[in-house]
């Protein structure tokens, strides 16, 4: 999977002589977190709702509401913007994408191409788009659950198990618990009951945990 499989097109930006104030002001109105800064076609940096929270006066302050009014409209995002802005182009993938924004610790990556702002991916575009699909949260059916299952001939046997019994498997991912001499699998059915394949495996001698989707 790409990043332009997952991100948020028609981003919006705002260029860097908007005040910081009206800056707020679209980032509330949109529930945004983030808005890339884009001067003549050019991203030149980026604002976040951290980054505006920094300068925005504390309630301790002794200016009046008129005087922060005024700091707020005459201060650009120019002056307060991150310019060292985190990029990926859209070909690149999920996987290596999510890699650069845990190494740089920060919560969105800015798609660039050519150049150009073509769009957005968050932290939540990879939960909401794959990590969720791959849990199958909110879909219906059961996740099978098979200790030491993840080893070539095991799987083999499962995938076997599941033609057999006719079942609809919908999304397979196999993982290294920690300590543990083998991989792990889990298995997606949408079906109501997996009481005779969770009965076949256990012949087998497999561990198997049931858990509803």
């Not at 991916?121 to 949260?137: A, Q, R, S, W």
Request: aromatic share 4%; net charge negative.
């Amino acid at each position: 999977m790409y990043v332009s499989d997952i991100m948020t097109s028609n981003v919006v930006t705002i260029p860097s002589s908007t005040s910081v104030a009206e800056a707020k002001r679209i980032m509330e109105a949109h529930r945004f977190r983030r808005l890339p800064v884009v001067d003549k076609g050019k991203l030149v940096g980026i604002i976040t709702e951290h980054g505006l929270e920094k300068v925005s006066p504390s309630k301790a302050t002794s200016l009046t509401v008129w005087e922060l009014s005024y700091l707020l409209d005459k201060t650009t995002v120019k002056e307060i913007m991150e310019k060292n802005v985190v990029t990926v182009s859209p070909d690149a993938t999920a996987e290596e994408s999510l890699a650069i924004a845990q190494g740089h610790r920060v919560g969105a990556l800015v798609v660039v191409d050519v150049g150009r702002v073509v769009g957005m991916v968050t932290t939540n575009d990879f939960f909401y788009k794959i990590v969720n699909p791959v849990l199958g949260l909110g879909e219906p059916g059961y996740r099978v659950e098979v200790t030491g299952g993840g080893e070539p001939q095991a799987l083999e046997e499962i995938i076997s198990l599941v033609n057999k019994h006719c079942l609809e498997m919908t999304n397979l991912h196999i993982y290294a618990p920690p300590d543990a001499d083998k991989k792990d699998v889990v298995v997606h059915l949408n079906c109501e009951d997996v009481s005779q394949i969770k009965a076949d495996l256990e012949g087998k001698g497999y561990k198997v945990t049931l858990r509803q989707r």
